[in-house]
């Protein structure tokens, strides 16, 4: 048994709620695009990391926001400016010079990371709607590498979960994370290492169909 219990999980995830620092699907900053979660343990540490990939026009790019929680994390619980990671390195030449939010006529690719990825967009297409086309195919090059997950836990600290979609709490609609069957469950998964008791019995919501009001700002 871990030296940890599922409230002092729970609890921290419920304050970054609080804080505003937990993960919200339907930021009006944010048009959602993607999410993972990952959670890592032993008998004397835990971490949770989840990512949430959303367009934010404000800030001009496609963000990979990553979100710490647990007992040995540096920094913060939630989020610093330096968990903020931009994907996009050519954003001057997909955005529409003159319509902004927009794709601009001519341009055939998004670079991720230095890597070329050909998209099929249209002129004055919402850029919103282009990125969610590169999910599933290239999701990966998205989503956060495993430097970048580990950039604020130990390194030696064993991945026992992680997630590709879950039911996650309406934070806007002041739903707690300690509501949640999700959260819950692995709170138990952490303070246990039992695998088997995140078993989740309504259907996944991380999806960004789901989620109409973000980047509604």
């Known amino acids: 048994m871990s030296r940890y219990s599922t409230a002092e999980i729970l609890e921290q995830l419920d304050a970054s709620a609080r804080a505003v620092t937990f993960p919200m699907l339907d930021h ?19 971490a949770i990391v989840i990512e949430t990939v959303g367009y934010n026009p404000r800030g001009s790019n ?4 990553l ?26 030449d997909i955005e529409d010079a003159e319509f902004s939010e927009v794709w601009r006529e001519g341009a055939a690719s998004i670079v991720v990371r230095d890597q070329v990825l050909p ?22 090059i998205l989503l956060a590498t495993e430097e ?11 991945r026992v979960l992680q997630l590709e979609e879950w ?13 949640s069957e999700t959260f819950r469950q692995l ?7 039992d695998v088997g008791r995140f078993a989740p019995t309504v259907p996944p919501n991380t999806h960004w169909s789901n989620w109409p009001e973000g980047g509604s700002l």
Do not use: M
């Not at 610093?80 to 390195?89: A, C, E, I, P, Q």
């Not at 970048?148 to 064993?158: G, K, S």
């Not at 709490?169 to 509501?179: L, N």
């Open 28 to 46: 009006g900053y944010y048009f959602p695009v993607d999410a993972r979660l990952h959670a890592f343990r032993d008998e004397n540490r835990w």
């Open 62 to 65: 496609l963000y990979d926001v």
């Open 67 to 92: 979100h710490f929680y647990g007992n040995c994390i540096s920094g913060d619980p939630g989020f610093t400016n330096s968990d903020f990671l931009g994907r996009v390195d050519n954003w001057d």
């Open 119 to 140: 998209v099929g967009g249209t002129a004055g297409q919402r850029l919103e709607g282009v990125f969610r086309t590169l999910v599933p195919e290239h999701r990966d």
């Open 148 to 158: 970048e997950v580990r950039a604020r836990i130990p390194t030696d600290l064993p």
């Open 167 to 179: 039911t996650h709490p309406d934070i806007a609609a002041s739903e707690k994370p300690s509501d």
């Open 187 to 193: 709170a138990e998964v952490l303070v246990t290492g």
